[in-house]
């Protein structure tokens, strides 16, 4: 069966230090990836989605990028966080064919201070 | 671009009481409909979906929606919720789009269940 890990959890980083978060994927094979985050109170903001390694399309600018370096591996990261990165964000995973669901990791709680 | 409102942000409900929550989308073509689940500091979780057939889709507790192409909903629906109801519900939408296909979510509904 498939599985998604994120990590780590929660995080607590000083605005301008560098973030990287991990995902990887288990038990299929060139998944579309997605990086989502979400703010207090508020809905799913789609950041990065990616079809295949080295392909990222960015949703949104803003002072976050994302990687793909292994066909499950998706990585996102950011070179000086700012307060306005604070959220959870989650990562997802969904096979290629437009009827199907998306499968998320647990989260991670990012706060800048 | 297709898009998913949910028109209510917070929707608190006695225990045993039945509940709806409202899901409508905009889009110009065929679409795929999913409700999720999020119970504090977690991922989603799939709770249903509606891919063709049958309008009345139903997950395993006790949850259930229905597609109305006409009026572009999908609301969920249960007739007597649970202390553990309590969570984020989020609707969304599917299409493909070029080479990737990309889900779109409401900004989600608070369902409160109080005893």
């Known amino acids: 069966s498939q599985t998604i890990h994120q990590w780590p959890a929660t995080l607590v980083q000083p605005v301008g230090s560098p973030l990287s978060l991990e995902c990887t994927v288990e038990g299929t094979s060139n998944p579309n990836l997605y990086w989502y985050r979400q703010a207090a109170g508020r809905g799913l903001q789609l950041l990065f989605y990616s079809v295949g390694i080295g392909q990222i399309s960015s949703e949104v600018p803003q002072n976050l990028s994302a990687s793909r370096p292994q066909d499950r591996q998706f990585i996102l990261s950011s070179k000086k966080l700012l307060l306005s990165d604070s959220g959870f964000y989650l990562c997802?995973?969904?096979?290629?064919?437009?009827?199907?669901?998306?499968?998320f990791g647990q989260g991670t709680r990012l706060t800048v201070v | 671009a297709q898009s998913v409102t949910q028109l209510d942000s917070q929707v608190p409900v006695f225990e045993e009481a039945p509940v709806e929550l409202r899901c409508n989308y905009s889009?110009?073509?065929?679409?795929?409909l999913f409700w999720y689940v999020q119970y504090p500091n977690q991922g989603l979780q799939l709770l249903l979906k509606?891919?063709?057939?049958?309008?009345l889709v139903e997950s395993i507790n006790g949850f259930e929606a229905e597609f109305n192409k006409s009026q572009t909903s999908f609301h969920l629906r249960k007739p007597s919720v649970h202390i553990s109801d309590t969570a984020e519900y989020f609707c969304?939408?599917?299409?493909?789009?070029?080479?990737?296909?990309?889900?779109?979510f409401g900004s989600g509904t608070q369902l409160t269940v109080l005893p």
């Open positions: 889009s110009s073509v065929s679409v795929y």
């Open positions: 969304a939408v599917s299409i493909s789009s070029g080479s990737a296909r990309q889900l779109t």
């Open positions: 997802a995973w969904s096979k290629f064919v437009p009827n199907t669901e998306a499968f």
């Open positions: 509606y891919l063709s057939g049958s309008t």
